[in-house]
């Protein structure tokens, strides 16, 4: 039941390409418990800098979570930037 954060600063390498942060909970052996991820999604329409987070709760104790910052919608060679990223939880 532990809410965490998920975030990241990110600069796209032309307007149009679509950035994504993802957090996914997945037990020790491989699978997910259902609904199992939450994604924030930003469509850059500019090149500055922009900050995307999301939440997800944890719906199991003793698993990991995996934390991804991606770009959709870039042709062969496009990148992005990303930095400053995150995942926290409140202190307990």
Same mark, same amino acid.
């Given at each position: 039941?532990?809410?965490?954060?998920?975030?990241?600063?990110?600069?796209?390498?032309?307007?149009?390409?679509?950035? &994504?942060?993802?957090? &996914?909970?997945?037990?020790?052996?491989?699978?997910?418990?259902?609904?199992?991820?939450a994604?924030?999604?930003?469509?850059?329409?500019?090149?500055?800098?922009?900050?995307?987070?999301?939440?997800?709760?944890? &719906?199991?104790?003793?698993?990991?979570?995996?934390?991804?910052?991606?770009?959709?919608?870039?042709?062969?060679?496009?990148?992005?930037?990303?930095?400053?990223?995150?995942?926290t939880?409140?202190?307990?």
């Amino acid at each position: 039941g532990t809410v965490y954060t998920a975030s990241a600063w990110v600069r796209a390498g032309a307007a149009g390409q679509v950035q &994504k942060v993802f957090v &996914k909970e997945v037990r020790p052996d491989g699978t997910s418990p259902a609904s199992p991820s939450a994604t924030a999604a930003g469509t850059a329409t500019d090149l500055a800098w922009h900050q995307l987070s999301t939440t997800y709760t944890a &719906k199991e104790a003793g698993n990991s979570l995996m934390f991804r910052v991606w770009t959709d919608n870039a042709p062969a060679g496009a990148f992005f930037y990303a930095d400053s990223m995150s995942l926290t939880s409140p202190a307990s």
